[in-house]
């Protein structure tokens, strides 16, 4: 018998787990996790195994990977950001938040970004990644072709965690990178961060 949305947030809850936790562990959107829970898509396969399995885990070990993975967005404080990013073909502007190892914003020209954030392999950093959808018919930074459809550009890079401000160089999938400017703007209040 497959597993049903009730069952999956049952278990959610007996790993002590957030939707959003949740969701890093099984490397999905959280927008997926919720679709399970709601019963608006099957829960797959492969995630039905992965916690079956997870469940039956000593508690020792399950316990040791659930502080690894609250262990990554524990180490970058959940803040907005302000960016200011230049390419090939100009300068753009976007205000990014960061929350327990997602990334979201959009940009003054109507492109949204929808990412994630880990511990990276440089000391003191985060690894971002993003998809950053771009609207119809609109010219990007990097100088890419316009398209007359949404089209996805997919950003990453190294934030320093404890910097409030700084530059880093993004990488693009469409080959042109990317200076970005950044700067540390609020804390997420308290009431979001418990969510």
């Given at each position: 018998m497959s597993m049903t949305g009730a069952d999956l947030r049952e278990a959610i809850t007996s790993m002590?787990?957030?939707q959003v936790e949740f969701a890093r562990l099984v490397d999905v959107s959280v927008g997926a996790v919720a679709q399970w829970l709601s019963g608006a898509r099957a829960i797959p396969g492969p995630v039905e195994s992965f916690v079956s399995l997870f469940l039956r885990l000593p508690s020792s070990i399950r316990e040791t990977e659930l502080q690894q993975l609250r262990k990554g967005s524990a180490q970058m404080k959940n803040a907005m950001y302000l960016i200011t990013f230049t390419g090939n073909a100009g300068t753009g502007?976007?205000?990014l938040t960061?929350?327990?190892?997602?990334?979201y914003g959009f940009d003054e020209a109507g492109a949204k970004y929808d990412g994630n954030y880990v511990p990276?392999?440089?000391?003191?950093h985060m690894f971002i990644t993003a998809k950053v959808a771009m609207p119809a018919n609109q010219p990007s930074v990097i100088g890419a072709q316009v398209y007359p459809v949404e089209w996805i550009l997919e950003v990453s890079?190294?934030?320093?965690?404890?910097?409030?401000t700084g530059t880093l160089i993004a990488d693009t999938n469409a080959g042109p990178q990317l200076t970005v400017?950044?700067?540390?703007?609020?804390d997420l209040p308290d009431v979001l961060q418990a969510a």
């Open positions: 002590g787990l957030t502007t976007a205000t960061f929350q327990d190892g997602l990334v990276s392999d440089r000391k003191d890079g190294h934030l320093p965690i404890y910097a409030d400017k950044f700067q540390r703007m609020r």
